[in-house]
Each structure stands twice: as structure tokens, then as C-alpha cells.
């Protein structure tokens, strides 16, 4: 038989197995094939090869680029006859920007030089809404610590490069020897009122769970893995962690260092951390003051509520206020993050327990945070988002395009380019 | 201040501070992703209206973290920034800088001879 044949098999006998049993299956399969066979069974099968969790990450970001380069070319030709829609237009920017190289710098002779070399997706899906999942920082293989973020409500592929950007302050932060996974690989909510739902949660469920499973079989045994979920991306990344504490459930995560910030809660009977992690691993969560999607509670308690988690510091020299600002800059809230990734346990700094009431008082005796927990369970609350989904749709359209390069490279080109999709 | 201008402005800053911090080296640009939009939760169609910029340094013959983001902080203090060398934490050596809404962070690392120098520029409606 082929090795396409016998890959179409492993793909077939694999499909139904428990996700750590498949992931090791398709490892063991890769590799005991020859290196050369590998990566020409990439560049064949990349369609198959490219979102396969458990094949090595090298054979993937080949075939992931080539399914890439396939759907911008698809796009250019309608792009150059002027056929292309608007939104196809986009994606044909965007596409090109993923295929951009990125820089780092190595030891040349004694020197710093720069370097540039391809983004290493271990997931693309160019359809749709768009996903992607992108290794930043050290190998998989050597890395000491990895981490995973996954991010929340209207991430389209055309959004992910902020994600990225903070994929990079993270590694900053957690410093040499980490690896950072920014995994978009699920289809997130594009509106308020698909967020108000758990939809776009629990079908993401199996997705990470699958590559949670994966990932353990390509990193280093010693290495340990954090899993951060950020607003819309903490409910994925709850609902993983109560999957993975049900032995019945199919689906799970097991990091090491699980993390939910920003925190719209998991489900209305999960109040307390031992729910969600086993004895003896500690939750890590946050919220900052006037956070108000923790303050909301739409699927259940707040994570910073639970006697039993961690909650970390957001607010230090840096002022941090609202749900957009946990990777911000020098903040305690990212340097938090960087120290639980690096398993600098001791150094995280607790935040005290204060109440949404206290953290959003206006006046003595006033504050936000309670009709904010109303909210959602209101009946103003759908329509509401739809006017807010009303709104956002207009200035969409009457926004222009811009133009986004990824390097220092393709700034210097820009002028010359066309102008790129807003994200 | 425009956004474009307000970028031209972090990549030079950077730069000096990655020059000064080590000397004989050109300090080389990474990132510069470019006008993001860092609100998760917008709607994702306004104004992208922050700029995020990277810069490498280090002599890969010389490991010194410490004496390194000394310099940068000098740099940067001597260039009008309000900059702070950190206490060391578990080998990490950083500097946070300040300055009219701008942000950096510049981290070093012991037994580690390369320098990062990260920012950030203000919001600005573009």
C-alpha cells in the first residue's frame, strides 16, 4: 500500500479512538517512517497532514502553508479579474500576511543577525470565519514551558494578529524556553448575541480537547503546559476543564496551570476551582476592576469568586481597568501571566478578594457591577445585543481597509502594496 | 500626533535604547505588526489604534542582563522617559518605561545574551 493509502487509514482508525490514544497512534506512525517519506507525505497529503494532531509539528506547519498558498492563490485569480467580494478581497490580504516570514536573531559568528523564517501554523482553515493556531518562541520538542491562549468573541481570521501580538508579549514575559500557542481553532462568537449563547463554546470543547491531547505527545515529557483562557475563550477553556474531570467525557484539557481571566463563568452549578481542576493543581484567575463580562456572570459565577482558585493581581504601577486590559504592558495582570507560565509560582502576586460592588462603586453605596449581573438574564438583554450587533455592522461598512504588515520587511513594501483588511 | 508618526517614534526610541544597551550592535526590528486593534471585545471594525514594535539586541560574546537593561533604562531616561530597572526576579532583569501613553518593556535574562525591547504607542483614532 502507498503511504497516502496507509495515511488515509491511520486518519480512518483513528477518528473515533479516545484523543490521547489517536494522538499517540499518529506520532508513532510519523515516526517510524523515514524522515524523507514524512515530510514528502506532508507535501502530498497537507490537507490531511496539516490540522492531523499528534504528527510532528514540522511536518504540519510544511502542510499547513501549503493549504495557505492554496487558498490565497484561489483568492488571487478572483482578486485579479475583479470578481473577488469584498470579504474574499479581505481574506486575500489576510492570507498573504500569514505567508509573510517573521524575524527573529541568532548567533552568527559572534554576531546578532537577523533572521526570517516562516510562521509555523500547526492548524489553518482559510473557510468561513477562518481559524488558525500558531506556535510562537521556543520548539515544541525543547520548549520548557508552553502555553496555549485561547481568545474569545470576534476573533475572525482577520483578528488573530492581535491575538498573536499578545502570543508575543507573553513569551516576553515567561522568557527563554517557552513556547506560546495562540489557538484560534474553534469558530468564536462574531456578535453579542452569539456570545449570550454557549453554541460556539461547547463545539469548540472537542477541538482543544483533541489538540490538548496532541500536544502532549510533541513536547518535551518534562515540559509543562498552561492553558489560559481569555473572556469568551475562559468559557472554551472552563467547559474543557469540567469535560476533563467527568471520566464518562470523551472530551477534556489537563494543563498544568490552567488560567481564566475575564471570565463570563463556566456553568450556572460550577462554583468552586475543585470542580474544574484535581486535587493538588491550582486555578489561576482574574479579574480587573470594572471587568464587565465577569461582572455579568452570563453562564455562571465568576472564577475570581471561588473560595478555593488563585486569584492573581492585575492592578500594580499600571493602571488596568476593564475587560480589554489584562495584557497590557508592564501590568502586574501580564507579568502575572508570564510568571505562572514560567512556573515562577511563588513570585504571583494575590489579588485581595474584592467584590464587583467594591471594585465599581461610582458613589458611597453605588455602583455598576450589580445591573450588570441582571443583564444578562433580562429580557432587554437580547435585543440589546442586537442593537449593539446593528451598530457594529453599520460602522463596518463604512470603515475603510487598511493595510497590515507583519514584519519590518513588508513595512518598508507597504507603500507599493494595497491596502489591507482592518482588524 | 498621528498614528504612523506616533510608530516612527516608538521604532526610533527602541532603537537608541537597544544602541545604548549594547554598544556595537545594531538592534534589529522583529515586530512591528502595524495598527491593531487591541479591544478584544469591540466590535472589531472601528479605528485600529495602536501600534506594537519588537527590537532584538545583545552580542552574542557578551551575558550581561544586568549591565544591559542599566544602560536601556539610562537611554531611555536620558530621552525624556520615565524608566525603571526592576528588582531582578528568578534571573529576569526588566525595565518598564513610561511616557506620554507610550509603554515599554525592555527584558534581559541571566545566562541569556540576547535583549528584548518592547512597545506599545498610545491609542489614537485614526
Known amino acids: 500500500m502507498t503511504q497516502a493509502g496507509q495515511l488515509d487509514l491511520l486518519i480512518r482508525h483513528v477518528q473515533n479512538l479516545p484523543y490521547d490514544v489517536a494522538a499517540r497512534e499518529v506520532h508513532g506512525h510519523f515516526y517510524d517512517l523515514p524522515p524523507a517519506t514524512a515530510r514528502a507525505l506532508a507535501k502530498e497529503r497537507y490537507e490531511q497532514v496539516g490540522p492531523l494532531d499528534g504528527a510532528p509539528p514540522e511536518l504540519r506547519y510544511v502542510a499547513n502553508r501549503r493549504i495557505l498558498v492554496d487558498a490565497r492563490r484561489t483568492l488571487q485569480a478572483k482578486v485579479a479579474a475583479g470578481r473577488a467580494t469584498r470579504a474574499q478581497d479581505t481574506r486575500f490580504r489576510t492570507l498573504d500576511a500569514m505567508l509573510e516570514p517573521v524575524s527573529t536573531t541568532e548567533d552568527v559568528d559572534g554576531r546578532l543577525v537577523k533572521v526570517v523564517h516562516d510562521r509555523r501554523f500547526l492548524y489553518v482553515d482559510p473557510v468561513g470565519q477562518g481559524r488558525m493556531v500558531e506556535l510562537l518562541g521556543e520548539d515544541l520538542g525543547k520548549a520548557k514551558n508552553v502555553a496555549t491562549l485561547v481568545p474569545g468573541l470576534n476573533n475572525t481570521l482577520e483578528k488573530t494578529a492581535a491575538q498573536v501580538d499578545r502570543g508575543y508579549d507573553l513569551l516576553n514575559e515567561a522568557g527563554p524556553g517557552t513556547a506560546v500557542v495562540v489557538w484560534k481553532g474553534y469558530d468564536a462568537p462574531l456578535t453579542l448575541e452569539e456570545a449570550m449563547s454557549t453554541e460556539c463554546a461547547r463545539a469548540a470543547v472537542p477541538l482543544v480537547s483533541r489538540f490538548d491531547a496532541g500536544l502532549a505527545v510533541v513536547m518535551a515529557p518534562e515540559a509543562e503546559r498552561t492553558l489560559i483562557g481569555n473572556s469568551y475563550g475562559s468559557q472554551v477553556v472552563g467547559l474543557a476543564l469540567l469535560a476533563g474531570m467527568d471520566p464518562e467525557s470523551p472530551d477534556g484539557v489537563h494543563p498544568d496551570r490552567p488560567v481564566l481571566i475575564g471570565c463570563p463563568g463556566v456553568e450556572p452549578s460550577v462554583h468552586s476551582a475543585a470542580q474544574l481542576v484535581p486535587p493538588g493543581k491550582v486555578l489561576y484567575v482574574a479579574r480587573t476592576p470594572w471587568d464587565y463580562v465577569s461582572y455579568g456572570e452570563q453562564f455562571g459565577p465568576d472564577p475570581a469568586t471561588f473560595p478555593d482558585a488563585f486569584r492573581f493581581e492585575t492592578r500594580g504601577a499600571v493602571p488596568v481597568r476593564g475587560h480589554m486590559k489584562y495584557f497590557r504592558k508592564n501590568s502586574e495582570s501580564l507579568r502575572n501571566l508570564g510568571r505562572i507560565i514560567s512556573g515562577n509560582l511563588d513570585a504571583v502576586t494575590r489579588a485581595a478578594q474584592t467584590t464587583p460592588e467594591q471594585e465599581s462603586k461610582l458613589l458611597p453605596g453605588v455602583s455598576w457591577a450589580e445591573s450588570m449581573r441582571r443583564l444578562p438574564r433580562s429580557e432587554a438583554a437580547a435585543p440589546l445585543a442586537k442593537v449593539f450587533d446593528g451598530v457594529a455592522a453599520a460602522r463596518k461598512l463604512s470603515v475603510p481597509a487598511k493595510h497590515k504588515p507583519t514584519d519590518g520587511a513588508r513595512n518598508r513594501r507597504s507603500p507599493q502594496r494595497p491596502e489591507g483588511p482592518a482588524r | ?126
Open chain 2, 1 to 126: 500626533m498621528t498614528l504612523a508618526q506616533a510608530r516612527d517614534f516608538l521604532r526610533a526610541e527602541l532603537l537608541a535604547a537597544a544602541a545604548a544597551a549594547v554598544p556595537g550592535q545594531e538592534g534589529v526590528v522583529t515586530r512591528d505588526l502595524g495598527p491593531v486593534n487591541p479591544n478584544v471585545l469591540s466590535d472589531g471594525s472601528g479605528p485600529e489604534t495602536i501600534c506594537s514594535i519588537t527590537v532584538e539586541t545583545g552580542d552574542p560574546g557578551v551575558v550581561d542582563p544586568a549591565g544591559q537593561v542599566a544602560a536601556a533604562a539610562a537611554e531611555l531616561t536620558a530621552r525624556g522617559w520615565q524608566a525603571e530597572v526592576e528588582p531582578v526576579e528568578r534571573g529576569h532583569h526588566r525595565v518598564s518605561a513610561h511616557r506620554d501613553g507610550y509603554d515599554v518593556a525592555v527584558h534581559g535574562w541571566d545566562g541569556e545574551w540576547r535583549l528584548t525591547l518592547s512597545g506599545e504607542t498610545p491609542e489614537i483614532d485614526t
